[in-house]
C-alpha cells in the first residue's frame, strides 16, 4: 500500500527581522521593496515581539497528526519550509501520495499549486483540499470562538455592539482576474452570520491588511467599516479576524494596536477580539474531518 501524508501550508513569515527585506521581495515577487516599507514591516515585527506563525502552524501541523495517526507536516508559500524540501524530505520518509490541505479555507488554489508541483518532483500524487470555508465543523468553530468573546460584554453593552467579520484584502487586479478569494471569503463569513444568535444587521464584513504598495484594493476596509459604526451609533465592537487561523502580525499588529488605537481615537466605548482559531482543539477537529474526507476518497 501507498505511504501516505498530509502537508498543511500557510503563507508564511521569517522569524528574523533581518530576513525581512527578502522575504518581503518574495512578497512582491522578486521586485526589491523599497527601505520605506522594509522600514514599516520592520517597526511592525518588533512591535509584536516577532510574528509566531509558522510556530502556530508547526503546532498545528502536529496536532492533526495526532489527530490523523499519520504524518502531517507544514510548509509556507513564501518562506522557509518551502514546499520543495518538505516534500523531498516526506519522500526520502517513503512517502508516495499526499493531501494538501491549506490552513487558509479560501483561494486554497494558491497553495495547492505549490504543494502540488513538489509533490510531482518527487513522483509523489496529490490529492488537493477544496475550499473548505462552509464546512460545518469549521463554522462552529468561529462561531464557538467568536460568543465566548461576545460574552466579554455585558447585556448592556451588546445592546450596541457590532461584529465585524475579517479578512486580508487583495489587489482588485487579482480579484478581477477570476481569483475566488472573495467569493470564498463571503461564503464562509455568510454561513458564520447566520449560525451566530444574534441580528444580521449587526454583523459586518471587512478587508483589512491592506499592502503598501498603493493601488486599488478589496473593500470594504476594515477603517472605513469602524467609521460607519461609529456615525451610525455603534459603542462597542467585537474584532472576528476569520481569515486568519494563526496569530501573526495581521492580528497582532494591525488589529490589537493600529485598529485599537483607531477605535479609541473615533469614540468607541470598547473593542474586544476573538482569538485566532490556533490549535483550538474545533479547529483541529474541523482539520481532520476535510483530510479524513480527502484520504477516503
Known sequence: MAKRAVVVSCHGTVEQVE??????????????APPEVVAEVTARFQQIGGSPLMRITHDQ??????????????????WHPYP???????????????VSLPLAPQ??????????KAAAEQGM?????????????????FVSAIEEARARFSPAEQASLAVILSAHSLPTRVIAMGDPYEKDFRAMAEAVAAALPIPRASIHI???????????????DLETTMRGL??????????APIGFVAEHVETLYDIDIEARGRAEAMGFARMERMPAMDCRPAFIDALAEVATRLLAG
Do not use: K
Request: proline share 6%.
Open 19 to 32: 530576513d525581512i527585506p527578502s522575504f518581503v521581495t518574495n512578497i512582491r515577487r522578486g521586485r526589491p
Open 61 to 78: 501541523a502536529r496536532a492533526l497528526e495526532a489527530r490523523l495517526g499519520l504524518p502531517v507536516r507544514a510548509c509556507a508559500r513564501l
Open 84 to 98: 520543495e524540501a518538505v516534500l523531498a524530505e516526506l519522500a526520502a520518509e517513503g512517502v508516495t501520495e499526499v
Open 107 to 116: 483561494s486554497v488554489h494558491v497553495y495547492n499549486e505549490v504543494v502540488e
Open 125 to 141: 500524487t496529490t490529492v488537493a483540499a477544496p475550499s473548505y470555508g462552509e464546512e460545518p465543523s469549521l463554522v462552529a468553530a
Open 206 to 220: 471587512a478587508f483589512q491588511s491592506q499592502g503598501m504598495g498603493g493601488g486599488d484594493w478589496l473593500g470594504p
Open 230 to 239: 461609529r456615525d451610525a451609533g455603534i459603542d462597542n465592537l467585537l474584532m
